[in-house]
């Protein structure tokens, strides 16, 4: 009996160690890297005299709505001379994933180099599609510290903790090293508000001059890495010319039939496409970092964070002297986190945070890391902001595919310091992002646009979040209200709004678990 517990014992560890090895070896990954002659296309050579009357600075439009920011992304692919690179953490296969793939193979065909770099994350089941495009001469696809395709994904979760799970989370995209786009959107319909069940409220930031030759620098970095692997590799099979053809045409048929949809009628005839194509964005300057993690931070241990994105974000937040703003949508202070914005607020600090409610949170489990350390927040004088759904369940129940979402849940980004400088980017404020995975974005010295997103957050903050307040009952006891507006009239809740007992039970209960770490 026991020999048999041994054997068993035996094979299952060969079977787990074959399950962490199977990943290609001894394979071709030539390094590239971003063309540096490119001030002669016509988009280097469009803002080429604004670039040069604010040396040192950057420009700067905020894409806040999602349609606008899949515009710009579209316009400037078509747009597209010699280059486009393209970082994201999520790709999904659906409308708006089949109109960007569109266009970046169209800027393919006309000789423009793509470099497509993607983490494996979401790739499930993708490695058709993505070995077609990289069969395209001019298109070259990647995928980031991918998991074995011989062995199951969720076997790998248990058997390469500490590698696999750990991402790359960094959302960039830049063309011709001449634009660049940064922020919180993902390439998938829930991004650019075309789900009919799920909008987020996202930031993106389009950027002109030294800010993209720095966004460039990064991506050659996560492309030329050792965790970076040529999508060919991972597949057993190449693909067939006949594969190719009938991906392309299925393609080609899908973004027909959208001829007259709200996208692609945009990108034809919006005054953002149009102010784009004819050189007419009205750009905001200033002086700008971009700052993000060091790929080999994923090889590393935590406390190595000379390769991490939060040692060079620090001295901003440590400089604060009187407001502090955060958009986070996955929000876990930590005792930490906790500790330090308290002693903002208790030397008179302003600190205003927007963040998700339970019932706007897509990430449950997050919320259990983050309730916690509410009632702590709360005492100290920081002033909390839930995302508010905005729509009863009756109104979600009519309007879910019938246009528009049927829910609305916070996924920008952001911070603004003392009105004076912002970070937009891929950053949540949690140990996951903070520790675990990489992540990139641009710190802005600009009053105009820290003023806009300070004054935006003042004007709409009711509207959209339920504030929280703490209060104490006689016996010394503390609950939390949150106050918002539920079909356009004031109402408090004295519960997370719009959940159930069991869902807050259940959230309850997996506050107290040793997991924040991963969250």
């Known amino acids: 009996m026991f020999k048999n517990i041994i054997i068993l014992m035996t094979a299952l560890a060969i079977f787990l160690i074959n399950g962490c090895s199977t990943l290609p070896k001894d394979f071709d990954r030539p390094l590239s890297y971003a063309y540096t002659d490119t001030d002669g296309t016509r988009l280097g050579a469009d803002r080429r005299e604004e670039i040069k009357a604010h040396p040192g600075q950057s420009g700067f439009l905020l894409l806040g709505n999602g349609l606008d920011a899949f515009l710009a992304r579209a316009v400037l692919a078509h747009s597209a001379e010699r280059s486009i690179d393209v970082q994201y953490y999520l790709y999904h296969n659906d409308l708006v994933g089949a109109l960007f793939t569109d266009q970046l193979l169209k800027a393919a065909d006309r000789g423009v180099r793509v470099r497509l770099l993607v983490d494996d994350m979401g790739l499930t089941g993708k490695d058709l599609a993505s070995t077609i495009l990289d069969s395209h001469p001019n298109m070259e696809v990647r995928i980031f510290n991918p998991f074995s395709r011989k062995t199951g994904r969720m076997l790998q979760l248990v058997?390469?903790?500490?590698?696999?799970?750990?991402?790359?989370?960094?959302?960039?995209?830049?063309?011709?090293?001449?634009?660049?786009?940064?922020?919180?959107?993902?390439?998938?319909?829930?991004?650019?508000?075309?789900?009919?069940?799920?909008?987020?409220?996202?930031?993106?930031?389009?950027?002109?001059?030294?800010?993209?030759?720095?966004?460039?620098?990064?991506?050659?970095?996560?492309?030329?890495?050792?965790?970076?692997?040529?999508?060919?590799?991972?597949?057993?099979?190449?693909?067939?010319?006949?594969?190719?053809?009938?991906?392309?045409?299925?393609?080609?048929?899908?973004?027909?039939?959208?001829?007259?949809?709200?996208?692609?009628?945009?990108?034809?005839?919006?005054?953002?496409?149009?102010?784009?194509?004819?050189?007419?964005?009205?750009?905001?300057?200033?002086?700008?970092?971009?700052?993000?993690?060091?790929?080999?931070?994923?090889?590393?241990?935590?406390?190595?964070?000379?390769?991490?994105?939060?040692?060079?974000?620090?001295?901003?937040?440590?400089?604060?002297?009187?407001?502090?703003?955060?958009?986070?949508?996955?929000?876990?202070?930590?005792?930490?986190?906790?500790?330090?914005?308290?002693?903002?607020?208790?030397?008179?600090?302003?600190?205003?945070?927007?963040?998700?409610?339970?019932?706007?949170?897509?990430?449950?489990?997050?919320?259990?890391?983050?309730?916690?350390?509410?009632?702590?927040?709360?005492?100290?004088?920081?002033?909390?902001?839930?995302?508010?759904?905005?729509?009863?369940?009756?109104?979600?129940?009519?309007?879910?595919?019938?246009?528009?979402?049927?829910?609305?849940?916070?996924?920008?980004?952001?911070?603004?310091?003392?009105?004076?400088?912002?970070?937009?980017?891929?950053?949540?404020?949690?140990?996951?992002?903070?520790?675990?995975?990489?992540?990139?974005?641009?710190?802005?010295?600009?009053?105009?646009?820290?003023?806009?997103?300070?004054?935006?957050?003042?004007?709409?903050?009711?509207?959209i979040a339920f504030r929280l307040e703490l209060i104490k009952g006689k016996n010394g006891s503390e609950q939390i209200q949150w106050h918002g507006v539920v079909d356009g009239k004031e109402h408090t809740f004295d519960v997370d709004p719009y959940t159930g007992f069991w869902r807050r039970f259940g959230i309850g209960f997996m506050s107290i678990l040793p997991i924040e770490s991963q969250l």
């Not at 050659?220 to 590799?233: G, I, T």
């Not at 002086?287 to 241990?301: H, N, Q, S, T």
């Not at 879910?400 to 310091?417: D, E, I, M, N, T």
Request: proline fraction near 3%; aromatic fraction near 10%; charge should be positive.
């Open 159 to 463: 058997t390469r903790m500490g590698s696999v799970t750990r991402r790359m989370h960094n959302k960039s995209f830049t063309v011709d090293n001449q634009v660049s786009i940064l922020g919180g959107r993902n390439i998938g319909n829930e991004y650019f508000e075309a789900d009919p069940g799920l909008a987020f409220a996202d930031l993106d930031v389009l950027a002109i001059g030294s800010v993209t030759k720095q966004v460039s620098t990064s991506f050659d970095k996560y492309w030329n890495s050792e965790l970076a692997y040529p999508v060919s590799v991972l597949k057993d099979k190449p693909v067939t010319p006949d594969e190719i053809e009938q991906k392309r045409q299925e393609l080609n048929e899908f973004v027909a039939q959208q001829a007259d949809s709200e996208y692609l009628q945009a990108l034809k005839n919006s005054s953002l496409a149009k102010d784009i194509r004819n050189n007419q964005v009205i750009f905001k300057w200033g002086e700008a970092d971009v700052i993000y993690d060091e790929p080999e931070k994923i090889l590393k241990d935590f406390d190595q964070t000379q390769y991490h994105l939060s040692t060079q974000l620090k001295p901003y937040w440590e400089n604060v002297q009187k407001e502090l703003i955060i958009f986070s949508p996955y929000f876990v202070p930590g005792k930490s986190g906790t500790a330090f914005l308290t002693r903002l607020a208790q030397r008179g600090v302003r600190v205003r945070i927007l963040t998700n409610s339970l019932s706007s949170n897509d990430v449950g489990i997050v919320h259990a890391g983050y309730s916690k350390y509410r009632k702590k927040l709360l005492r100290a004088g920081v002033q909390l902001y839930e995302m508010n759904k905005q729509l009863t369940r009756k109104q979600r129940k009519e309007k879910k595919g019938k246009g528009g979402s049927s829910k609305a849940s916070l996924h920008a980004k952001s911070f603004v310091f003392d009105r004076n400088k912002i970070f937009i980017g891929s950053l949540n404020l949690d140990p996951r992002a903070l520790v675990h995975n990489t992540e990139i974005g641009v710190v802005i010295s600009s009053t105009e646009i820290a003023v806009e997103m300070s004054d935006w957050f003042d004007e709409n903050i009711g509207k």
